[in-house]
């Protein structure tokens, strides 16, 4: 049995993929606890991977975004097989503490160890792209942190403090780190923007 907060269908917000429609499958649970999440991971059911599956093949995408909480905790190479096997492709939202199956096709890597120290480091060194979530803290040293994790796509999210002007502030510095550093591009939570899933 797996604990699942929710399984929707809506467009990716975020990162490389944003604005392709997505089967999302949140899972509950995670092993950190950063301060400006925006999910309830206590809350979920009690479902078999059969169920997830049936869930997941009522929807048209062939996305499948695997997130949480951590998914990582929960996710098995069977339940991936089997999401292949209804021709999907499974991308994964992770914080890189802990180890996914290796038959996912897509990792987006979202470490937290800026906000949640050494503690929170990744240990993942291959993804598709890291996306880092960026409150406008000094920036001297993000590019060097994360220099040893081979990725195709850098991301920078500025982070939604939930106070408009302060928000404004984290954009612009963003904007401004990202023409500096021109290997990073901006991802703005467009679902967000939309009032969207």
């Given amino acids: 049995m797996m604990r699942v907060n929710e399984i929707f269908y809506s467009l990716q917000g975020e990162g490389f993929n944003t604005g392709t429609p997505a089967v999302f499958i949140r899972f509950s649970g995670c092993n950190l606890q950063c301060p400006f999440c925006d999910t309830n991971h206590a809350e979920g ?3 078999t991977e059969g169920d997830i599956i049936e869930e997941v093949s009522r929807y048209k995408a062939q996305l499948v975004v695997v997130t ?22 499974v991308a994964v939202e992770t914080n890189g503490t802990v180890e996914l199956p290796k038959n996912v096709d897509w990792i987006t890597l979202s470490p937290k160890d800026m906000f949640l120290g050494e503690n929170a480091m990744p240990i993942l060194k291959n993804a598709d792209e890291l996306k880092l979530v960026y409150d406008g803290r000094d920036d001297a040293h993000i590019v060097s942190r994360y220099a040893n994790i081979n990725v195709a796509h850098r991301f920078l999210q500025p982070c939604d403090t939930g106070d408009a002007e302060k928000n404004k ?12 550093h021109p290997e990073w591009r901006l991802s703005l939570q467009t679902h967000k923007i939309l009032n969207i899933r």
């Fill in 169 to 180: 502030e984290i954009i612009n510095k963003t904007i401004e780190f990202c023409k500096e």
């Fill in 45 to 47: 059911k009690e479902m």
């Fill in 68 to 89: 949480g909480g951590e998914p990582a905790l929960q996710l098995t190479e069977s339940l991936v097989e089997m999401l292949h096997l209804l021709g999907k492709t």
